[in-house]
């Protein structure tokens, strides 16, 4: 008693449960009416899927901003790490931190 079975009706009662121990199996239709009967908190109103559908069409719209962020701040770092090469390459291009020329 108190124990939820998941799974297809006849494989649970014939593997889990003795002969003499069920009185009555209720089964309500319609059977294959494609809804989700694996959702066990779900709301009468179907507020769950709402949420889902809101919830992916967030990250829909947050995916592609994520990604321009952080090429921005990756290229960023790669410029930042290969100003020094460029400054052994090519010293005159580097500025006088005295403002002189030479």
């Keep these: 008693m108190g124990t939820l079975y998941y799974g297809d009706n006849l494989d649970i009662l014939r593997r889990y449960?003795?002969?003499e121990s069920v009185d009555l199996v209720y089964l309500d239709p319609p059977f294959n009416s494609a809804q989700n009967y694996n959702a066990f908190f779900q709301e009468k109103d179907g507020s769950a899927a709402e949420v889902d559908n809101a919830v992916s069409a967030m990250t829909s719209l947050l995916e592609p901003l994520l990604i321009i962020f952080l090429a921005v701040v990756v290229g960023s770092i790669?410029?930042?790490?290969?100003?020094?090469?460029?400054?052994?390459?090519n010293p005159d291009a580097v500025p006088n931190p005295n403002g002189a020329d030479s």
């Excluded at 410029?79 to 090469?85: E, T």
């Design 17 to 19: 449960l003795k002969d």
């Design 78 to 89: 790669v410029i930042a790490l290969f100003l020094p090469i460029l400054a052994l390459i």
